[in-house]
């Protein structure tokens, strides 16, 4: 058997996975622009339209910030390296940056990969034209769902390239 590389590969949640996020932000600014229109009391008064204006762009930052920290916070990892049976697992990690002092702040499940016994995928209708989804892992170790990673570009290839890895590791039975 050869050699095998060390695989060490992450998973985010896909920028357009938050496609209501940014409908929201969308309609937040054609909102603002009928108000400017349409609205005969913000059209004659550059005060209170410059007001709506401000409004609207905090809020559409905060949005996207929120996006932004979310999509940071969260990750699947696949570690591969079998030189090392500690770097031979799936591993998902969420932080909670509201609470930095907190002993939750970081949260990690990881399951070998030699442990993996099912691997599915899950996708509303919205997803499948997104092409994002929710993976979803069960471990030998306790014969349950452990890891639901949600918002994962391109599913069902991720979900293949740890099924490879995990074959790797899996004993064939006799």
Known sequence: ?????????????????????????????????????????????????????????????????????????????LRDNPSKAEDQEIAYIVSHPLKPFSSDFRESIEIGLANIIHIKVEQTMMQMLLNIGKIVITSSGTGKEEINAMNIPNPQAVRDEIQIHARYYTMPTD
Do not use: H, Q
């Open 1 to 77: 058997m050869e050699a095998k590389e060390p695989v060490y590969k992450y998973f985010r949640p896909a920028w357009r996975s938050f496609y209501a996020s940014f409908l929201l932000i969308i309609l937040l600014i054609v909102l603002a622009v009928c108000a400017g229109i349409f609205v005969p009391y913000v059209k004659e008064n550059p005060f209170v339209s410059k007001l709506i204006w401000i409004a609207v762009a905090v809020i559409d930052v905060i949005i996207f910030l929120t996006i932004a920290i979310k999509r940071a916070t969260m990750s699947l990892v």
